[in-house]
């Protein structure tokens, strides 16, 4: 000892003391609780370290560093694998804390080169750390051969093609996000170049409407031009060339019809058989829009089409009975399968048990007629209800994209639940029937001709939100689907027969209602995205401290893994979760090739069904229901201002579910609070290469880099590919590229198909949760992204449509 009190130990004696303290309390609850004795035993060292620090002893510096070099062994034992990103909360913060100490040593004895041996420890320990963490973040993915390219699938039986054009959604009906263009290959991605950007005019005037927006538009090429929809339903016309607007139509829709999110995914193109070239319509658009109208302009002009509907359009709400504004839209593409247009519509999830019906319609693409309307609860009714009637309200309803057969005149359904998504009891055997289904609806009759359930009686919102894929699977024209609990299934496309294996697996029980729940689900036995269950170790956070946090409330939680049903007197976990697998970015599938590009998030929610009562005290109430409270308070208060008080939020978080005992709460991806960080380590998302052949995974890597993310909200700009959440899907082209924008790192990507590397990727003025399309034009090939955002992903929204090409050698 100097003599001299170290005023730099008697600080970090407290520092050290303090974090201790919090980690032998919360350690000493986990152990209760069942979990890692690790926290309350580093927990006491270090009351001991901080303890003697403090009274500037040697001694506790050396117990520090003893700790700190036990919790790395500890750390490795416990984090198994994906050890790069799963030992940043185990070891950075106490290596922090090691670099300090080992500054503050010296001013603990008066012995010689006591700075020099600080300072060669501070640098042994910053170089063994970022040696460790280079080695362990270099590690490759197993990567297979790809198949030989062949027939596969070739042949698109919706009658259109890729190639110059993209003339529908999906590319094609086939809905394979599939061009055959070979200019941009992996020689010369990394020449790409923005060629035009144009901005569709629509962003919020609000703020409350900028917390709702974003755009997922992907647009389509047909002939010379460029077609799509803005978020709020504008539809515009560009100049395939250069980007320059040609027309624009304004179906002016108002901000009270937004849903969670503004947001149209695109618009569908037809051309009227027979039709004589240069009549008004004979070429024409049909969108679907926020407030549920189907309205359709001609595609040279954008002027309404006459002969559709009342001046070009039609009201999809009527025979519905009573819709308030935003509970009911059409955010997704019309299916148009021999002239009929096919639509579902988005029913706002979690507000009241009878919502306005799921019904899904058939209308005439010349005249707008309604050709069928398939309500589940009346199969007899062709048309609209008999006078005095409505359709059945709560049905299971189709919010995402459909996908159709020409030749078989089919039209596949990806189907929601009931409303509401977290309760059960009140639904009727023929809703359980056919929620969360692929049905197949026979569009000449508008009857279903067969149905596929992925799960029974649905109390985890895993409705399917990807559009079914038609391919050739072993010489079978076969439909391939998607699902957000990550499974993958590949089914006879004209009876709906399993061609690839299905097992049983007994679930958990219990929850709320435990006689509504099956002891068993299929699960897929050709291809998941589902990773193994989680367990206390897979817990993440900043530091040591909410890492422990994130374990005690797994802890606490109840989670007895894949399809835990929800609780209402404690959380339970749903992993994954209600934005896990893919959603309505569905996946892309090289035909040539046989591979399959699915990009997938795999993150769990936190959940808990709340007493009525108490919802009723936080004030969660439908958006009716505040309206009406709003309304009520103008009239009360002379002068006064009421607020909506209906702030966006995440779905789930906070519905009410009115009608039912219980109210909903989902921490969809379980965020912390205050931090906005994620309880399960990363990664949260992904991409994969599949082979159709065999169902066996090519490559599997994490997809989306921190740049855009870090604790509190704040960008930490770091270029590391951590795997973030994505929304938005995958566009594979003959030339070996997958196109990708969809994480929330706002950059757009191109990787190579062989190897799922990254070889060129682009900056984005707004975040991209859109998928992209691939068009040629007067020989040259172009990739186009809207970059609108998402108020769910917390990517900045934006109104850009950007072109990216090669350099133009003329």
């Given at each position: 000892?100097?003599?001299?009190r170290?005023?730099?130990?008697l600080?970090?004696?407290?520092?050290?003391?303090?974090?201790?303290?919090?980690?032998?309390?919360?350690?000493?609850?986990?152990?209760?609780?069942?979990g890692?004795?690790?926290?309350?035993?580093a927990?006491?060292?270090?009351?001991?370290?901080?303890?003697?620090?403090?009274?500037?002893?040697?001694?506790?510096a050396?117990?520090?560093?003893?700790?700190?070099?036990?919790?790395?062994?500890?750390?490795?034992?416990?984090?198994?694998?994906?050890?790069?990103?799963?030992?940043?909360?185990?070891?950075f913060?106490?290596?922090?804390?090691?670099?300090?100490?080992?500054?503050?040593?010296?001013?603990?004895?008066?012995?010689?080169?006591?700075?020099?041996?600080?300072?060669?420890?501070?640098?042994?320990?910053?170089?063994?750390?970022?040696?460790l963490?280079?080695?362990?973040?270099?590690r490759?993915?197993?990567?297979a051969?790809?198949?030989?390219?062949?027939?596969?699938?070739?042949?698109?039986?919706?009658?259109?093609?890729?190639?110059?054009?993209?003339?529908?959604?999906?590319g094609?009906?086939?809905?394979?996000?599939?061009?055959?263009?070979?200019?941009?290959?992996?020689?010369n991605?990394?020449?790409?170049?923005?060629?035009?950007?144009?901005?569709?005019g629509?962003?919020?005037?609000?703020?409350?409407?900028?917390?709702?927006?974003?755009?997922?538009?992907?647009?389509?090429?047909?002939?010379?031009?460029?077609?799509?929809?803005?978020?709020?339903?504008?539809?515009?016309?560009?100049?395939?060339?250069?980007?320059k607007?040609?027309?624009?139509?304004?179906?002016?829709?108002?901000?009270?019809?937004?849903p969670?999110?503004?947001?149209c995914?695109?618009?569908?193109?037809y051309?009227?058989p027979?039709a004589?070239?240069?009549?008004?319509?004979?070429?024409?658009?049909?969108?679907g829009?926020?407030?549920?109208?189907?309205?359709?302009?001609?595609?040279?002009?954008?002027?309404?089409?006459?002969?559709?509907?009342?001046?070009?359009?039609?009201?999809?709400?009527?025979?519905m009975?009573?819709?308030?504004?935003?509970?009911?839209?059409?955010?997704?593409?019309?299916?148009?399968?021999?002239?009929?247009?096919?639509?579902?519509?988005?029913?706002?999830?979690?507000?009241?048990?009878?919502?306005?019906?799921?019904?899904?319609?058939?209308?005439?693409?010349?005249?707008?007629?309604?050709?069928?309307?398939w309500?589940?609860?009346?199969?007899?009714?062709?048309?609209?209800?008999?006078?005095g009637?409505?359709?059945?309200?709560?049905?299971?309803?189709?919010?995402?994209?459909?996908s159709?057969?020409?030749?078989l005149?089919?039209?596949?359904?990806?189907?929601?639940?009931?409303?509401?998504?977290?309760?059960?009891?009140?639904?009727?055997p023929?809703e359980?029937?056919?929620?969360?289904?692929?049905?197949?609806?026979?569009?000449t009759?508008?009857?279903?001709?067969?149905?596929?359930?992925?799960?029974?009686?649905d109390?985890?919102?895993?409705?399917?939100?990807?559009?079914?894929?038609?391919?050739?699977?072993?010489?079978?024209?076969?439909?391939?689907?998607?699902?957000?609990?990550?499974?993958?299934?590949?089914?006879?496309?004209?009876?709906?027969?399993?061609?690839?294996?299905?097992?049983?697996i007994?679930?958990?029980?219990?929850?709320?209602?435990?006689?509504?729940?099956?002891?068993?689900?299929?699960?897929s036995?050709?291809?998941?995205?589902?990773?193994?269950?989680?367990?206390?170790?897979?817990?993440?956070?900043?530091?040591?401290?909410?890492?422990?946090?994130?374990?005690?409330?797994?802890?606490?939680?109840?989670?007895?893994?894949?399809?835990?049903?929800?609780?209402?007197?404690?959380?339970?976990?749903?992993?994954?979760?209600?934005?896990?697998?893919?959603?309505?970015?569905?996946?892309?599938?090289?035909?040539?090739?046989?591979?399959?590009?699915?990009?997938?998030?795999?993150m769990?929610?936190?959940?808990?069904?709340v007493?009525?009562?108490?919802?009723?005290?936080?004030?969660?109430?439908?958006?009716?229901?505040?309206?009406?409270?709003?309304?009520?308070?103008?009239?009360?208060?002379?002068?006064?201002n009421?607020?909506?008080?209906?702030?966006?939020?995440?779905?789930?978080?906070?519905?009410?579910?009115?009608?039912?005992?219980?109210?909903?709460?989902?921490?969809?991806?379980?965020?912390?609070?205050?931090?906005?960080?994620?309880?399960?380590?990363?990664?949260?998302?992904?991409?994969?290469?599949?082979?159709?052949?065999?169902?066996?995974?090519?490559?599997?890597r994490?997809f989306?880099?921190?740049?855009?993310?870090?604790?509190?909200?704040?960008?930490?700009?770091?270029?590391?590919?951590?795997?973030?959440?994505?929304?938005?899907?995958?566009?594979?082209?003959?030339?070996?590229?997958?196109?990708?924008?969809?994480?929330t790192?706002?950059l757009?990507?191109?990787?190579?198909?062989?190897?799922?590397k990254?070889?060129?990727?682009?900056?984005?003025?707004?975040?991209?949760?859109?998928?992209?399309?691939?068009?040629e034009?007067?020989?040259?090939?172009?990739?186009?992204?809207?970059?609108?955002?998402?108020?769910?992903?917390?990517?900045?929204?934006?109104?850009?449509?950007?072109?990216?090409?090669?350099?133009?050698?003329?």
């Open positions: 000892m100097t003599g001299r170290s005023w730099s130990a600080i970090l004696g407290i520092v050290v003391g303090l974090i201790g303290l919090v980690l032998a309390i919360g350690g000493a609850w986990l152990a209760t609780l069942g890692s004795l690790y926290y309350l035993l927990g006491l060292a270090m009351m001991g370290s901080g303890y003697l620090l403090a009274r500037g002893r040697m001694a506790g050396w117990l520090y560093i003893a700790i700190v070099a036990a919790t790395v062994l500890w750390a490795f034992m416990d984090a198994q694998t994906n050890l790069a990103w799963a030992l940043v909360p185990r070891i913060a106490p290596i922090v804390l090691l670099i300090v100490t080992f500054l503050v040593m010296p001013t603990l004895t008066p012995a010689p080169r006591r700075w020099r041996n600080a300072t060669l420890g501070v640098g042994a320990v910053v170089v063994a750390t970022a040696l963490f280079t080695l362990l973040g270099s490759e993915s197993v990567v051969a790809l198949p030989a390219p062949n027939a596969l699938g070739m042949v698109d039986p919706s009658g259109m093609a890729t190639g110059t054009d993209w003339p529908a959604y999906g094609t009906g086939a809905a394979r996000r599939y061009s055959p263009l070979t200019q941009i290959n992996a020689a991605v990394a020449q790409l170049r923005q060629v035009w950007l144009t901005h569709t629509d962003m919020p005037r609000t703020s409350a409407a900028a917390a709702q927006y974003g755009a997922e538009t992907t647009p389509l090429k047909v002939g010379n031009m460029l077609y799509l929809c803005s978020a709020k339903n504008v539809m515009i016309a560009l100049n395939a060339t250069n980007g607007e040609k027309w624009r139509f304004d179906p002016k829709v108002k901000d009270e019809w937004i969670y999110t503004a947001a995914r695109g618009v569908s193109y051309a009227v027979d004589k070239a240069g009549t008004l319509c004979a070429r024409r658009l049909i969108e829009t926020l407030d549920a109208r189907l309205i359709a302009v001609d595609a040279e002009t954008g002027r309404p089409c006459s002969d559709f509907g009342t001046n070009g359009q039609v009201d999809a709400k009527v025979g009975g009573k819709v308030f504004p935003g509970l009911v839209s059409i955010n997704s593409p019309p299916v148009i399968i021999r002239g009929i247009a096919v639509t579902g519509h988005q029913t706002l999830d979690g507000q009241q048990r009878w919502e306005p019906s799921g019904v899904i319609q058939g209308f005439d693409a010349v005249t707008g007629k309604l050709r069928f309307a309500d589940m609860m009346h199969p007899d009714w062709n048309g609209y209800p008999p006078a009637q409505q359709w059945s309200r709560g049905t299971p309803n189709m919010w995402t994209i459909a159709g057969d020409e030749k005149g089919l039209v596949y359904l990806p189907m929601g639940n009931s409303t509401v998504d977290y309760w059960s009891s009140m639904r009727s023929v359980n029937s056919f929620g969360t289904s692929i049905v197949a609806l026979d569009v009759t508008g009857k279903p001709r067969w149905k596929f359930q992925a799960v029974k009686n109390v985890w919102d895993y409705d399917f939100g990807s559009q079914p894929t038609l391919i050739d699977y072993k010489g079978k024209a076969a439909l391939l689907v998607s699902s957000k609990q990550g499974d993958m299934y590949v089914l006879d496309r004209a009876t709906g027969r399993p061609l690839t294996p299905i097992g049983t007994r679930v958990p029980g219990g929850g709320v209602e435990p006689e509504q729940r099956s002891p068993t689900q299929i699960v036995l050709w291809q998941t995205l589902r990773k193994l269950p989680l367990t206390e170790s897979d817990m993440w956070g900043m530091s040591p401290i909410d890492q422990m946090i994130c374990r005690i409330n797994f802890r606490r939680a109840r989670y007895k893994g894949f399809f835990t049903p929800p609780e209402s007197d404690r959380h339970s976990i749903e992993y994954p979760g209600y934005n896990g697998g893919t959603d309505w970015g569905s996946v892309a599938v090289d035909p040539a090739r046989g591979v399959i590009v699915a990009n997938y998030n795999d769990p929610n936190y959940v808990r069904l007493p009525r009562a108490d919802a009723n005290r936080k004030g969660w109430y439908t958006r009716e229901q505040k309206a009406a409270m709003a309304q009520a308070s103008l009239k009360t208060e002379k002068g006064g009421a607020s909506r008080s209906d702030k966006p939020h995440a779905e789930g978080a906070g519905d009410p579910q009115a009608e039912t005992p219980y109210a909903i709460d989902v921490n969809a991806g379980w965020q912390m609070p205050f931090t906005g960080m994620l309880c399960k380590q990363p990664p949260y998302g992904g991409i994969r290469a599949i082979d159709i052949a065999t169902g066996k995974t090519l490559w599997d994490p989306g880099s921190a740049r855009k993310n870090g604790p509190f909200g704040i960008p930490s700009y770091l270029p590391l590919t951590i795997g973030t959440p994505n929304n938005g899907g995958a566009v594979v082209t003959a030339g070996g590229i997958i196109f990708i924008a969809a994480a790192d706002d757009f990507k191109a990787i190579d198909l062989k190897t799922g990254i070889l060129w990727q682009q900056a984005l003025p707004a975040g991209g949760q859109a998928t992209p399309m691939v068009y034009q007067n020989g040259r090939e172009y990739v186009v992204l809207m970059t609108g955002g998402h108020h769910f992903m917390k990517t900045p929204i934006g109104d850009q449509v950007i072109a990216w090409a090669l350099p133009d050698k003329g």
